[in-house]
């Protein structure tokens, strides 16, 4: 089946440094979406990229979606503690059910 | 709009005791889903409804069963509870209108913490 690994699970940064997670899946996708979980909180949708060699940017974060559509990241500059919280990526495959990353949680010390 | 509500939102159960984790949504999306989150496995399918009348197993169904009781209600049930149960559990839903360009975002509830001890 679908599997969508997703690296590094933890990510301590000094605020104002950049954080980087990133997601590979294991087949080719038809879109990849990012969510953000505050601690304590449930998963709120980021964005959703869909064609190859994508980018988007909101504000300080910028999402890539890779050219063979396998794999993508999300890139935060300059980090505020406001972006603490564990970051997922879904992939999914042709027209089914997003599959989940495992999530990166990033902890920003002040 | 409440968008997902789930209730309730704490429970603790004793081994084999059974319950139903309760989820509804108004927003007239046809598919719903629910999750468990464990630490450090992510977000895993037990069960998903892709539209009103239907429903089909996830990564995780064992121990679970779901009623997709109408367009906006989703219920899990847990027959007879057991500590492997432990997680928080989410429902979440979505338009599903179709196309895989389509913005087909999840939008999940609160999340239910349930502990089987």
């Known amino acids: 089946g679908q599997q969508v690994m997703q690296i590094p699970q933890y990510q301590h940064v000094q605020e104002g440094e950049d954080f980087t997670t990133y997601c590979n899946s294991s087949?080719?996708?038809?879109?990849i979406q990012w969510y953000k979980q505050r601690p304590g909180g449930h998963p709120v949708f980021l964005i959703q990229l869909v064609k190859s060699g994508e980018v988007k940017k909101q504000k300080r974060l910028t999402f890539q979606f890779g050219e063979a559509k396998k794999n993508s990241s999300l890139h935060i500059t300059a980090t505020q503690t406001t972006d603490v919280g564990t970051y997922f990526c879904a992939g999914t495959e042709g027209s089914y059910i997003p599959t989940f990353g495992r999530g990166t949680s990033l902890i920003v010390h002040p | 709009n409440a968008g997902v509500t789930q209730t309730p939102k704490f429970q603790v159960l004793k081994t084999g005791q059974s319950m139903t984790l309760q989820c509804a949504q108004d927003m007239n999306h046809n598919s719903m889903y629910w999750y468990r989150q464990d630490p450090g496995m992510g977000l895993r399918l037990i069960y998903y409804?892709?539209?009103?009348?239907?429903?089909d197993k996830g990564e995780v169904p064992n121990g679970y069963n779901v009623s997709r009781l109408n367009k906006r209600e989703f219920s899990l049930r847990l027959e007879s509870a057991a500590p492997s149960q432990t997680s928080v559990y989410f429902c979440?839903?979505?338009?599903?209108?179709?196309?895989?360009?389509?913005?087909?975002?999840?939008?999940f509830g609160s999340g239910t913490q349930l502990s089987v001890l």
């Open positions: 087949t080719t996708l038809s879109n």
């Open positions: 979440a839903s979505r338009p599903r209108t179709g196309g895989v360009s389509a913005n087909e975002k999840l939008f």
């Open positions: 409804s892709a539209s009103e009348g239907t429903t």
